[in-house]
Antibody
Framework: EVQLVESGGGLVQPGGSLRLSCAAS????????MNWVRQAPGKGLEWVSY????????YYADSVKGRFTISRDNAKNSLSLQMNSLRAEDTAVYYC?????????????WGQGYLVTVSS | QLVLTQSPSASASLGASVKLTCTLS???????IAWHQQQPAKGPRYLMK???????NKGDGIPDRFSGSSSGAERYLTISSLQSEDEADYYC??????????FGGGTKLTVL
């Protein structure tokens, strides 16, 4: 059974940093690209970042470019998101999501999410 | 600019059928989309990917009650024999060149 479990969220002050992690199991992690998607309270879904299976390609939404860094450790089946210079508008539940592996960029498994709150 | 448009809300009775619509913006009518379901206080769940010819690829364990279709720039999700657990938000999603991933605004489905 595919499982994605996020951790590392919490409360942080504006301008601060936080690192999210996603533990993957139930599939060959090193064969799949991965993503982070977020959802502000009461709002819709917003894609944040993508990383290819070998980490050779990474992409970011304009809203986080230059502040967030996505990475992965295939030996540990782990995905990470380093978030710096956090703003109030970054407050959201952050989900890791697996790329479905076909043509295009679609997500076929999601984690349960972890709340990040940016507030003083 | 690639935009996905969804009605904010929909409702149908228990045991009935409902058809949700996701409309692709002008110039993007050939794009495939995916449907995701988000039950209250849960993470999203992938339902299916729908191609512009109407063929679709369902996610693991998705019941036969869920089906997809396509017409022009519209992509549909039909849920038959509605159950209480189908009450959820439904999002369509696609992508454009430059890895520009787009979500629709979501449709909140109420089962009466």
């Amino acid at each position: 059974e595919v499982q994605l479990v996020e951790s590392g969220g919490g409360l942080v002050q504006p301008g601060g940093s936080l690192r999210l992690s996603c533990a993957a199991s139930g599939f060959t992690f090193s064969s799949y690209s991965m993503n982070w998607v977020r959802q502000a309270p009461g709002k819709g879904l917003e894609w944040v970042s993508y990383i290819s299976s070998s980490s050779s390609n990474t992409y970011y939404a304009d809203s986080v470019k230059g502040r967030f860094t996505i990475s992965r450790d295939n030996a540990k089946n782990s995905l990470s998101l380093q978030m710096n210079s956090l703003r109030a508008e970054d407050t959201a539940v952050y989900y890791c999501a697996r790329d479905y592996g076909g043509d295009g960029y679609f997500f076929d498994y999601w984690g349960q999410g972890y709340l990040v709150t940016v507030s003083s | 600019q690639l935009v996905l448009t969804q009605s904010p809300s929909a409702s149908a009775s228990l045991g009935a059928s409902v058809k949700l619509t996701c409309t692709l913006s002008s110039g993007h009518s050939s794009y495939a989309i995916a449907w995701h379901q988000q039950q209250p206080a849960k993470g999203p769940r992938y339902l299916m990917k729908i191609n512009n010819d109407g063929t679709h690829n369902k996610g693991d364990g998705i019941p036969d009650r869920f089906s997809g279709s396509s017409s022009g720039a519209e992509r549909y999700l039909t849920i038959s024999s509605l159950q209480s657990e189908d009450e959820a938000d439904y999002y369509c999603q696609t992508w454009d060149t430059g890895i520009h991933v787009v979500f629709g605004g979501g449709t909140k489905l109420t089962v009466l």
